[in-house]
């Protein structure tokens, strides 16, 4: 499951992609900041649910806790668990702690991902609701440091030298290109425009989740771990070792419970809400847009307009939010069926809103072929590469910004 948040802000923060000729006016982060920072994510959200009647910046900061708090509930729960690595290449890149001294994980069980999947769809729902309205409602804001977000992947309370959460999504998802010194990271202020960016962020999960759910990863997961336990068995027998032993463990396993999972039946109740979630994505993302190109100030700006600058290290070129509006109408043609996905073989479009709406197993040798894919084929317009490439960068949790960085 490849989706991990705030990972626009956190995973930006290391990227110079271009450096700002003259970068904003710095600014000092809220109590609050320091307060997440000192306590952890959970205290911090306990204490603001609890308010009879909570500020719009307030609201924001229980609506970015309980976003957090999802991610933080999945980390905790890998860090808890011996993750085999032949099931890497399904879960994706994750934050995980090592264990502690003496500390034994639990074997994965079959279920875990499922599990992960709803913690995530019933996180992003509260922060949903934390946020409902906040966009186009009185004006507030909300200074961060970055470097107070951390991640208590143990849950002892305390924060260890490894749960800083900007490194931790860097190094998810950047791997390899992740810098090991970040340096510090500048204070961001939040204000209502970022309300809609966060409500787009939570969508995008919750269609991501929506999807692990559709396609049910538990029984494939299941067979595999089942007939690993049988190869270690036997060449624990004949004393060949317990794994890896042929060179290709770590190819054949991931990939048999990925192909296994996609050629399942998905539940279309569970590929509709994906769908629908992946809508209002788009529709807060107009939001946002909408929200930012009104700005006067110019604080600590996280996504700026034309006339405002960028506190993070990253030149934003002009015009961005207009040229965004093409690859947010070319998504939004691409889950009606109004525009296609190009199939790879012929001059023929794919219907993914179709697909979304009655969807069929995909086993590889039928989408390689086409006659998995044959229902769906479509007569309309289909999108450029470009675009498509874009759409899949706004569904994958390796986004950055929204994708809005990939537009440079």
């Known amino acids: 499951m490849r989706v991990l948040p705030i990972a626009a802000l956190l995973l930006s923060l290391p990227l110079s992609l271009a450096a700002q000729e003259a970068p904003a006016p710095a600014i000092g982060a809220d109590p609050l900041s320091a307060e997440i920072g000192a306590q952890g994510i959970r205290p911090?959200?306990?204490?603001?649910?609890?308010?009879?009647?909570?500020?719009p910046q307030e609201r924001f900061a229980m609506g970015g806790l309980e976003f957090l708090a999802g991610i933080e509930g999945m980390a905790?729960?890998?860090?808890?668990?011996?993750?085999?690595?032949?099931?890497?290449?399904?879960?994706?890149?994750?934050?995980r702690s090592r264990p502690a001294p003496g500390e034994v994980p639990r074997r994965l069980a079959p279920g875990d991902i499922t599990a992960l999947a709803q913690g995530v769809s019933a996180a992003m729902a509260r922060s949903e609701a934390a946020l409902q309205g906040l966009a186009e409602g009185p004006e507030f804001g909300l200074a961060l440091d970055p470097d107070d977000l951390w991640f208590d992947l143990d849950g002892d309370g305390q924060r260890?030298?490894?749960?800083?959460?900007?490194?931790?999504?860097?190094?998810?998802?950047?791997?390899?290109?992740?810098?090991?010194?970040?340096?510090?990271?500048?204070?961001?202020?939040?204000?209502?425009?970022?309300?809609?960016?966060?409500?787009?962020?939570?969508?995008?999960?919750?269609?991501?989740?929506?999807?692990?759910?559709?396609?049910?990863?538990?029984?494939p997961i299941?067979?595999?771990?089942?007939?690993?336990?049988?190869?270690?068995?036997?060449?624990?027998?004949?004393?060949?070792?317990?794994?890896?032993?042929?060179?290709l463990d770590g190819f054949i396993d991931p990939m048999a419970t990925l192909l296994d999972i996609l050629a399942q039946q998905p539940d279309p109740a569970h590929t509709r809400a994906?769908?629908?979630?992946?809508?209002?994505?788009?529709?807060?993302?107009?939001?946002?847009?909408?929200?930012?190109?009104?700005?006067?100030?110019?604080?600590?700006e996280f996504i700026p307009n034309d006339a405002q600058q960028s506190v993070l290290p990253i030149a934003f070129p002009q015009g961005?939010?207009?040229?965004?509006?093409?690859?947010?109408?070319?998504?939004e043609a691409l889950l009606e069926g109004r525009a296609t996905i190009p199939f790879w073989r012929a001059p023929i479009g794919i219907d993914l809103g179709a697909w979304l709406q009655d969807p069929a197993p995909l086993p590889l040798t039928g989408v390689i072929q086409g006659w998995a894919l044959a229902p769906y084929f479509s007569e309309a317009p289909r999108v450029s590469p470009e675009s498509w490439r874009q759409f899949e960068a706004m569904l994958d949790g390796r986004a950055t910004l929204m994708t809005v960085i990939t537009l440079n």
């Open 274 to 300: 994906a769908r629908d979630h992946w809508r209002a994505m788009l529709a807060q993302n107009r939001l946002f847009w909408r929200r930012v190109a009104t700005e006067t100030d110019n604080r600590a």
């Open 44 to 55: 911090v959200l306990a204490r603001l649910s609890a308010l009879p009647a909570p500020t």
């Open 320 to 331: 961005l939010g207009a040229s965004w509006q093409d690859v947010l109408a070319d998504a």
């Open 222 to 247: 299941a067979r595999t771990l089942a007939t690993l336990e049988r190869i270690a068995a036997a060449r624990t027998a004949e004393g060949q070792g317990i794994t890896r032993d042929l060179g």
């Open 76 to 95: 905790q729960t890998l860090a808890q668990v011996a993750m085999p690595n032949e099931l890497d290449m399904v879960m994706g890149p994750l934050p």
């Open 160 to 219: 260890g030298p490894q749960e800083a959460a900007r490194p931790m999504l860097a190094q998810m998802l950047m791997g390899r290109r992740a810098p090991q010194d970040t340096g510090p990271a500048p204070v961001i202020r939040f204000d209502n425009a970022d309300a809609a960016w966060l409500s787009a962020y939570t969508h995008m999960l919750s269609g991501t989740a929506e999807m692990v759910q559709a396609f049910d990863p538990e029984p």
